[in-house]
Nanobody
Framework: EVQLVESGGGLVQAGGSLRLSCAASGFTFDDYGIGWFRQAPGKEREGVSCISNGDRVAFYADSAKGRFTISSDHAKNTVYLQMNSLKPEDTAVYYC???????????????????WGQGTQVTVSS
């Protein structure tokens, strides 16, 4: 059974940090790219960061550049999203997702991802 389980969300003040984790199982982790998406109330889901399949290149949306860092631990089949300097506009449910072909130019296309986690809430207070 394929599973992506996010954890690490919570309530933090503006300027604070959180580290999200995405634990993967049920598929060959090294063959898949992993992405982080988020969805705020009333807004469309948007890509935040991802690691491509194959050469494991990291990509960041403009909203995440300079503040968020994506990394992966292949021994644990886990991808992390370190989020620093959080802003109230970062408040959203964060999802991780896995897809077999995650690279330029489609890494932000949700339909490129086969598997999705259940999401973890991140709330940033002002």
């Amino acid at each position: 059974e394929v599973q992506l389980v996010e954890s690490g969300g919570g309530l933090v003040q503006a300027g604070g940090s959180l580290r999200l984790s995405c634990a993967a199982s049920g598929f060959t982790f090294d063959d898949y790219g992993i992405g982080w998406f988020r969805q705020a109330p009333g807004k469309e889901r948007e890509g935040v960061s991802c690691i491509s399949n194959g050469d494991r290149v990291a990509f960041y949306a403009d909203s995440a550049k300079g503040r968020f860092t994506i990394s992966s631990d292949h021994a644990k089949n886990t991808v992390y999203l370190q989020m620093n300097s959080l802003k109230p506009e970062d408040t959203a449910v964060y999802y991780c997702a896995a897809g077999p072909v995650i690279t330029i130019p489609n890494m932000w296309e949700a339909n490129e991802y086969e598997y999705w986690g259940q999401g973890t809430q991140v709330t940033v207070s002002s």
